[in-house]
């Protein structure tokens, strides 16, 4: 099994660094066979009950918040730092004159060489209660816009910089019964916004428009060895720190895990536009499950689906994306990615006629897709080079090209219907 699977939320990992402890821990002059990989595997282990909102796609990994089985010694005391930064420079062959790649998330700079996103993550644990603080900047920072109070009081860059902070409490119920309360990234998809635990290093489309953050409580527990269950409550998609329309969302996670194989289902429902929409305010309903694979030791591979509707004052709005993985290791040290993903929304034809302001998604477009080629070099366990091309379409203007010219709101104006992007990206991790 090539894909050690770990996520900050969601994801498909394929290497994560032991964290780092305040203890210490004696080393062998000659460790038998199998014990680096022992260690790593017990420290990983650790990490992910540290984190309560982590993900364990396919690798045979135990799964977040454990299993029931723990014993008081692996609740000691402890504390741990760890983090990772990525940089990259791409360049967009529809050369736009604003230097901006349309449907990016944070791989969205033509030209110039930028900071894609750094986190510095901390966590603790004290018996049965635990949690982490993850602390971030570049241009994913930016892309995040808080809503409520302070985002209009300018001080959302104070929102910006936190990507998850959560406490958590594992209470002596059945199996295992975990309580975690706070802000959690990434509540769809096997993605994540650590690049280096992805196969890709842009990211889908999927993850471009679904939400990046929630901010409430959930109840997680472990249904058996194999399987949990979670129940969540939240203000609502991005609704950080604000609640737009002081109604909450409710989801309902079932994930499952073999020795080669994981899947994962959620339901989630909630009134996610401000009360003073256009549409009115109404309930979203979202369907999200994706499915991971390792077929072998050198090829594994993964299918994410998400859908929704919500019925309006306009009618009803839908959509549809998906995505399709496959990643083979060429060397020990040498993997090659593939994935190709869409989008389509569907709204009452009276919305649709040029960009619309009650669009869920993509205004400018109602199909999108792109397909991704990604070369990752690994020299060190603790480091990754990717060379990555993408090519992205639409069937309406939904990117840049030369001078694209803007509204009456400022607002640039897409003016062209596919772009190819080139990219070379580096990230370490600790």
């Known amino acids: 099994m090539f894909v050690v699977a770990l996520g900050v939320r969601s994801g498909v990992a394929l290497a994560q660094a032991p964290a780092v402890t305040l203890a210490t821990t004696p080393v062998e002059a000659t460790p038998p066979p199998g014990a680096r990989e022992a260690a790593e595997a017990r420290a990983e282990e ?28 692996d609740r ?49 644990r004290l018996g049965r209660v635990s949690g982490h603080l993850a602390l971030q900047t570049g241009t994913l920072a930016g892309f995040y816009r808080p809503t409520g109070a302070l985002g209009a009081l300018g001080l959302g860059t104070l929102w910006r910089s936190l990507q998850e902070a959560a406490l958590s409490w594992e209470a002596p119920v059945g199996r295992g019964l975990r309580v975690d309360a706070g802000l959690f990234a990434v509540p769809f998809g096997p993605e994540e916004v650590a690049v280096y635990r992805n196969w890709n290093h842009s990211h889908s489309l999927l993850f471009y428009h679904l939400p990046y953050q929630q901010l409430g409580a959930r109840a997680v527990y472990s249904a058996t060895q194999r399987s ?126 040029g960009p619309s302001p009650t669009a869920v998604f993509q205004p400018e477009a109602t199909w999108a897709g792109s397909g991704t080629f990604t070369l990752d070099a690994r020299p060190h366990e603790h480091v990754s080079f990717r060379l990555e091309y993408r090519h992205d379409l639409a069937n309406g203007m939904a990117y840049y090209r030369d001078n694209a010219a803007r509204d009456l709101t400022g607002r640039l104006v897409p003016n062209a219907g596919l772009q190819d992007t080139l990219l070379l990206g580096a990230t370490a991790w600790f």
């Open 76 to 124: 000691r005391p402890g504390v741990q730092f760890h983090g990772f930064l990525d940089a990259y420079y791409a360049y967009n062959f529809n050369q736009p004159s604003s230097n901006l790649s349309a449907l990016r998330a944070y791989d969205s700079q033509h030209d110039v060489f930028t900071l894609g996103n750094a986190v510095l993550t901390s966590t603790f």
């Open 46 to 73: 650790e990490a992910t009950r540290m984190q309560p909102d982590r993900r364990v796609p396919g690798s045979g990994t135990a799964a977040p918040g454990g299993t029931g089985d723990e014993t008081e010694g």
């Open 228 to 353: 949990r269950l979670a129940l969540g409550v939240y203000n609502g998609w991005d609704q950080v720190p604000g609640d737009a329309n002081r109604s909450k969302s409710v989801s309902l996670e079932y994930t499952w895990h073999g020795e080669r194989v994981y899947f994962d289902l959620e339901y989630y429902v909630g009134v996610e536009r401000p009360a003073d929409a256009p549409t009115g305010a109404y309930a979203r309903h979202t369907v999200d499950s994706y499915v991971a694979w390792d077929a072998s030791p050198s090829v594994s591979v993964m299918a994410h689906v998400n859908t929704g509707f919500e019925p309006n004052r306009v009618g009803t709005q839908a959509w549809f994306g998906g995505a399709l993985y496959a990643r083979f290791r060429l060397r020990p040290w040498l993997f090659l990615a593939l994935r190709a993903d869409a989008f389509t929304e569907s709204a009452p034809p009276a919305v649709l006629d």
